[in-house]
């Protein structure tokens, strides 16, 4: 859904609903539903093949024991009460005027659709029938999408609307098989594909300032390792979108305690990303992306107790205000470049 107003007061020409360069989930939701509409990041229960020796062990190498998903919440046993616990916290001051909220129950850690298929049913049911839910989301991996779980989903959006986020974090697969991601991507527009098949929205998650394997070199400012270069980041950007994927998630590289690449990182191996270079390459992402691209997140959030760098990001506000002035600085607007990417 593309939601546009014509002229900002920039007066710098067409914008999006809310004044936003970009076609923001959260004014999407807004304008679908009247009323604020907020993610509510649950515990799926699952595991994940990446971590069991299904398709590899000890994980994506960034990925932290929570399984990234730091934030979500067990529901003390049950996705009810988590949901009445979340709409019970709101203040009339964060509601802003809309007298009741809706939420999406996100299941968010490990690879959602990987735990055994009733527990699958018995979650996702429970939480996309709540009365204050409008829809489903559910994270996972390209290669744990079964045709069962696939007709579940299906099943369930016709209930309400069920959008599965991918995470594909690079589309460069030397990159990726040194992160340990364990899958090819060419499975991501095939998955993509087969949710499209079937009635769901899809979302899929990268990921900007990846260290990139030894036999690319060098980095030019004398670490062992490089970073992946503007041109790759933009390229899995743009594969994103051209597998017909609904949305994009962007998300900038946190080094966390106790992974794989914390070993990396303070062994001096590479380094993280300035919240300048960061802001100027989601610009760049943004300027490149379909209007009708869907954008659920342009930074992302660690727990500070495990949170190892860049420490900056550890004020998402700060990070979210900085890149809105890059964004107003450069004049990015949400698809304003994709022609000459064409
Ligand atoms: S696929 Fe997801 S849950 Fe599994 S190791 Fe990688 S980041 Fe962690």
Same mark, same amino acid.
Not at 139 to 155: F, G, M, N, Q, Y
Not at 184 to 212: D, Y
Not at 222 to 232: A, M
């Given at each position: ?75 003390? &046993? ?7 616990? =979340?709409? *019970?916290? %709101?203040? #009339?001051?964060? /509601? ?85 991601? &364990? ?7 095939? =998955?993509? *594909?087969? %949710?499209? #098949?079937?009635? /769901? ?100 959030? #660690? ?40």
């Amino acid at each position: 859904m593309v939601l546009k107003e014509t002229g900002s007061p920039a007066g710098d020409g067409c914008v999006f609903a809310g004044g936003a360069r970009y076609n923001k989930t959260g004014d999407v939701l807004k304008t679908k539903y009247g009323t604020k509409v907020y993610k509510l990041a649950l515990s799926s229960g699952a595991t994940c093949p990446n971590r069991d020796g299904t398709c590899g062990t000890g994980g994506c190498i960034f990925c932290s024991s929570s399984g990234s998903g730091d934030f979500a919440q067990d529901g003390g &046993g049950s996705i009810t009460a988590a949901i009445d616990r =979340a709409a *019970a916290s %709101l203040s #009339a001051s964060k /509601l802003k005027g809309f007298e009741k909220p809706l939420f999406i129950p996100y299941f968010q850690d490990f690879s959602a659709t990987y735990a055994p298929l009733e527990t699958q049913r018995a979650k996702f049911t429970e939480a996309i029938n709540h009365p204050l839910a409008a829809e489903l989301y559910v994270a996972t991996r390209p290669d744990c999408l079964p045709d069962d779980v696939v007709d579940l989903l299906a099943e369930l959006s016709r209930v309400k609307p069920v959008t599965v986020e991918l995470g594909l974090q690079t589309c460069d697969d030397a990159v990726a098989s040194f992160l340990n991601r &364990g899958y090819p991507s060419r499975m991501f527009p095939e =998955a993509v *594909a087969k %949710l499209k #098949a079937a009635g /769901l929205n899809t979302v899929g998650h990268m990921i900007a300032g990846l260290p990139c394997p030894p036999s690319y070199g060098p980095s030019d400012d004398g670490f062992p390792l490089r970073l992946e270069s503007r041109d790759s980041i933009l390229a899995t950007a743009d594969f994103i979108t051209s597998s017909g994927a609904d949305g994009i998630k962007i998300h900038l590289l946190h080094v966390l305690e106790n992974t794989a690449l914390a070993g990396m990182y303070k062994k001096g191996l590479f380094r993280t990303l300035s919240l300048e270079e960061y802001a100027g390459l989601v610009c760049d992402i943004i300027d490149i992306l379909p209007e009708e691209t869907v954008v659920h997140r342009i930074t992302g959030d #660690a727990p500070k107790s495990i949170l190892i760098s860049p420490l900056w990001s550890g004020d998402k506000k700060i990070v979210l205000n900085f890149i809105a002035r890059e964004m107003a600085r450069r004049g990015t607007v949400q698809g304003r470049l994709r022609s000459e990417k064409q």
